[in-house]
């Protein structure tokens, strides 16, 4: 862009405004502006949720970007107003240095001095055994069999300038690109939303921030068919349709009327060995009044439908409201008991339990959850992943509206050779699931634990067992041995309560310091005595044989273990509540992206154009070659000069054949 603006002096009566605007100083800045601008936009994943963004950056940072308009770069109003400063800029540049273009693609140099002619970048001087008129002849013959178009001067002292000019096209190189600079700034302006500011500006649109239906949406956020361009997105559940999408703006959300309807009648998606998805594509009919039948198509990544000015991407994939069914255990009950709950992802529950009424919202379903398996695992068994089969996401809000999300999985999982049910708690999204392993017994299911679970729960049902099994020694007085049934009560109430560190701490500040040792071992070996007589009761319940009345094999001892460890967590686990997944119809949606981009064409066209300059400019040579002639009698004096507008390796050598011809 410097070279044009460098080609004429600057007219002194140009005003400074006009100046500034064609400078080269200015067009680099904007330049680089964009440059930045789209660094950004392509970093900084754009128009995705705000608490998406708040999670990642934090409060204050996603303050700042948002003031910034960073999570819309190439809708920003400042990106706009770039782009428009860039193409007054350009203009004002072309405008004023077309002429000179022009002048210079025609002007052959014919009248220069001989004295400018021996300042050119390559000259020689010599003369010759020839009259003037046949080295004219046999100079046009040279120069036309190089390629030269050629101008000829007869000068008043009878010299004669042959004036040579090949590569006059190189000049349109730079008209070209700065053309199609101009082109592409009105497609992005095109393609742009100056449209939905001005409205904006004038009180006609206002963004809905709400999570509302389609009929409670404010009329201020609707935009009609007739709307000249945007993109925005749409999710379909499979089997339905829809004629609208939603545009993220500002701190919310505009819906799009379409002038078409589009209906999905399958999506499939297929995954690598990894658990990443390899391809996903959805089978769409498009019906639009102009359209006898229903334009069908199958589109996926990087395929899209395109229909007038419309195009259809695959971008995107979901959960469509898969129907879920569960039994719903109380962790603190002394029975067994639980209720069913049937319902769908996306909708919300209420449910009323002895400890509060709660909201249950299910958000999400996966029906694959492939993982990496350990090392050993993977060689024995020769696969690097596994799939540990249907999950469920969902929240569980009380009254105060605290709220834990869950991810609870269908099917035990294999971990260090044993089974496990895995539940995942967490309060916020910033923070990992933390895990509850609930073991399987030998028929995979959960009821042995929460058979145990009951037990424990019950203070009268346990105090008879253990009374039972461990019946009052002969030599013990009775109010000893009740002393001792109380503690193992108290104990196991509070080992439900606040797990082991619970009776830590219950020590650490009732006992003194020189006996916590004692008699946190002393309380460590009564829990453990009472709780294992309780898991004694429940396997003879199951008809386990045992080796004798107090040992059992090693696979019941660590099924033993293994429940303790998920029993003391459960104070963690929020809500005394354990949601089983009992059964499922997975409905999936697939996520569309559709764009109205008239201006896409114009920016091809400008793209094109520039490379059309980039090549002329670089690859079309505008090369000069002048050869003055003056009569000396029978001999003639001969200057040749010659110039190329590109100082490249070959050009001496060219210029050297050029001598050695015309001398021939």
Known sequence: MSENKNMSKPNRKTPIWLEFLGSMNLAITLLVMLSIASVIGTVLQQNQVIQDYIIKFGPFWHEVYSQLDLYSVYGASWFMLVLLFLLVSTGVCVSRNTPVFIKDMKQFSEKLSLNALKHQPNHVSFTLDQTTENLQQHAIKTLKSHGFRYRTHQKEDGSITLAGLKGHWNRLGYFFSHISIIIICIGALMDGNLYLKFSEWTGNLAPETRNVSLNDVDPKAWLSADNYSY??????????????????????????QLPFRIEVTDFRLDYYDNGMPKSYESDILLYADDLEEPLAKTIEVNHPLYYKDYAIYQSSYGDGGSKVNFNVHALASPNISNSVVESAINKNESLTTPVGQFRIEFTDFKLYNIVPRDKEEAELTGRKMQNNGPSVLFKVRNEQGKAWEYENFMIPNKQEDRWFFMSGVRTSV????????????????????????????????????????????????????????????????????????????????????????????????????????????????????????????????????????????????????????????????????????????????????????????????????????????????????????????????EFQKFVTQLKS
């Not at 379909?236 to 004629?243: F, N, P, Q, V, W």
């Not at 030998?442 to 049902?461: I, Y």
């Not at 071992?521 to 009345?549: M, V």
């Not at 981009?597 to 070659?625: E, T, W």
Request: proline share 4%.
């Open 430 to 653: 910033a923070e990992p699931f933390r895990y509850l392993f609930i073991p399987a017994d030998a028929n995979r299911s959960k009821d042995r634990f929460f058979k145990f679970l009951a037990l424990l729960n019950n203070p009268q049902a346990r105090e008879t067992v253990l009374s039972n099994m461990v019946p009052k020694p002969e030599n013990m007085e009775e109010s000893t041995y009740q002393t001792q049934l109380r503690l193992f009560g108290q104990l196991i109430n509070l080992f439900r309560q606040t797990g082991f560190d619970g009776i830590a701490r219950f020590v650490e500040t009732n006992v003194p310091q020189d006996q916590q040792e004692q008699v946190m071992a002393f309380y460590y070996d009564q829990l453990a005595s009472s709780l294992q007589t309780l898991y004694l009761h429940i396997l003879d319940e199951e008809g386990i044989i045992r080796d004798d009345a107090d040992n059992i094999n090693q696979e019941h001892q660590l099924w033993f273990e293994d429940a303790l460890t998920a029993i003391a967590s459960l104070h963690r686990y929020g809500p005394p509540l354990f949601f089983e997944l009992t059964s499922f119809e997975q409905i999936q949606s697939t996520g569309l992206q559709i764009t109205k981009s008239p201006g896409k064409d114009v920016v091809y066209f400008g793209s094109a154009m520039l490379i059309m300059g980039v090549f002329f400019m670089f690859y079309v040579r505008q090369r000069r070659v002048w050869i003055h002639l003056k009569s000396a009698g029978d001999k003639t004096e001969v200057t040749i000069a010659g110039k190329d507008n590109k100082k490249l390796p070959e050009t001496e050598e």
């Open 231 to 256: 993109r925005g997105n749409v999710n379909i559940t499979e089997g339905r349709d829809a004629d609208v999408l939603f545009l993220p703006y500002g701190d919310g959300y505009l819906v799009q």
